[in-house]
């Protein structure tokens, strides 16, 4: 296919040699059913590519799957990729097929490939080379016919060099390495993906259309997109749904990239950009929606009580809405207590309560403290990224663990 046609095909946009390298390269690889390592830094664009090669692949017709090997518990990922036998291990009540199995004949994703613990990477080892797999639990050795395609952010090699990659299954992954560009490696790109995201998002939102000045176009083609292609869509749908003036200055533009990704002093040299800190403006924007669903629900509660005189809908949502806000607000010396609503005393049993009729009391014993150590994990790290606001390498640090692993748990815990 033409280089052209696939950008159309896929909505890729962009025009660099390094951009157009990599589509060369992806559609050269994608008819073989060789293994393909795609490196890039985040938001580059690897899971695109990967659907891409799948696409292009005469698999086209059969399952694709991205798995984030970053994200599954050392303890169930064997399990999740490969299967397991009924009492393989406690709670393995019954069989469960594998990724491995069911996406026989199509294309798995393995995302975050770096995460992957070792004795998984020996049975992806063996399933690369000789499509044999044999579920845990099991000692029956099974068949698949499955491409695999790999992506990390971090140079494996580094992992291979700390002994937390095989260096066998390293080579056999790179068989075809496929190196995605930073952004700002393709700095004619920025432009043009600017206007398509913004009139694609001006289009869905149907607000007017976006402009940049001069000066706003200067600085937009020079600043380092330490979030590379991610961060420019998400800065065109904020432009979109939020500027009232729809041509935009420098100005305006610096207001959308958040200090601690360069924006205090722009253009910024490549070196000095933390590489991972944009998802710190993602825990940024979690916590302002965290905080817009709890003004929600509050005024939802306020509203019932006007209205009802009592609260309707519920409440046990509710409370626990005001219990969760008291334990966020963390007033200094707040009580180790929780706010209980009980339902408003029913009008007919008249008990002279109706000075307080949604009885809100503050009872220590109500709610009992939750023992989960999952709970307990999200709190701290909640605390921790709190107090050092928000700045990952300190919480981890503060935390005893290290930076990747902190990233993986705000994802597993959804935080
Ligand atoms: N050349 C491009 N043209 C248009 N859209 C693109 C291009 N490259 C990436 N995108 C878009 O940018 C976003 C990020 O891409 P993608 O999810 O593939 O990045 P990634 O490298 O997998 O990121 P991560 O490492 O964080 O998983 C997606 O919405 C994708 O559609
Ligand atoms: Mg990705």
Not at 173 to 191: A, G, M, Q, S
Not at 223 to 242: D, H
Not at 326 to 339: K, T
């Amino acid at each position: 296919m033409e280089i052209q046609e696939i950008k159309q095909r896929f909505g890729i946009i962009g025009n660099s040699p390094l951009l157009n390298r990599a589509i060369n390269i992806a559609n050269q690889v994608a008819p073989t059913d060789i293994s393909v390592l795609i490196t890039g830094e985040s938001g580059s664009g690897k899971e695109v590519f990967s659907h891409i090669i799948h696409q292009m692949s005469p698999r086209k017709h059969g399952p694709f799957i991205a798995v984030n090997c970053g994200a599954i518990p050392e303890g169930t990922i064997d399990s999740e990729l490969f299967g397991h036998e009924k009492g393989a291990y406690t709670g393995a009540v019954g069989e469960r097929k594998g990724y491995f199995e069911t996406v026989n004949g199509g294309t798995i994703f393995l995302d975050e490939i770096a995460e992957m613990p070792l004795g998984t990477q020996a049975r992806l080892l063996r399933v690369l080379e000789s499509g044999q797999y044999i579920k845990v639990g099991s000692s029956k050795v099974e068949k698949t016919n499955v491409r695999v395609i790999a992506a990390t952010n971090v140079d494996v090699y580094d992992a291979v060099k700390n002994g937390k990659f095989r260096e066998d299954l390293y080579y056999r992954l790179n068989t075809v390495p496929l190196r995605i560009p930073p952004l700002r490696d393709r700095k004619e790109d920025v432009y043009l993906l600017f206007r398509k995201f913004t009139s694609d998002f001006t289009d869905k939102y149907r607000t007017p259309p976006i402009q940049l000045d001069e000066e706003a176009q200067q600085v937009l083609i020079n600043y380092s997109w330490p979030g590379n292609v991610r961060q420019l869509k998400n800065m065109a749908e904020q432009l979109a749904v939020l500027e009232r003036d729809r041509i935009i200055t420098a100005q305006t533009l610096l207001t959308y990239i958040p200090l601690e990704m360069g924006g205090r002093n722009l253009p910024m040299r490549v070196e000095n950009q933390p590489k991972e800190d944009f998802s710190e403006r993602d825990i940024l924007y979690k916590v302002l929606f965290d905080m817009k669903r709890d003004m929600v629900e509050l005024k939802k509660l306020v509203a019932d009580i006007i209205e009802h005189g009592g609260i309707s809908i519920n409440h046990a949502n509710h409370s626990q809405t005001i219990n969760q806000l008291y334990r966020d607000i963390e007033l200094p010396n707040a009580p180790e207590a929780q706010f209980t609503l009980q339902q408003p005393v029913n009008s007919n049993n008249n008990s002279g309560n109706n000075a307080n009729p949604y009885n809100i009391t503050q009872d220590a014993e109500e709610v009992e403290e939750s023992l989960s150590l999952i709970d307990k994990e999200s709190d701290l790290i909640r605390k921790a990224l709190k107090k050092h606001k928000g700045k990952r390498k300190l919480a981890a640090n503060e935390l005893g663990i290290s930076e990747r692993t902190l990233y993986r748990k705000i994802k597993e815990l959804n935080l």
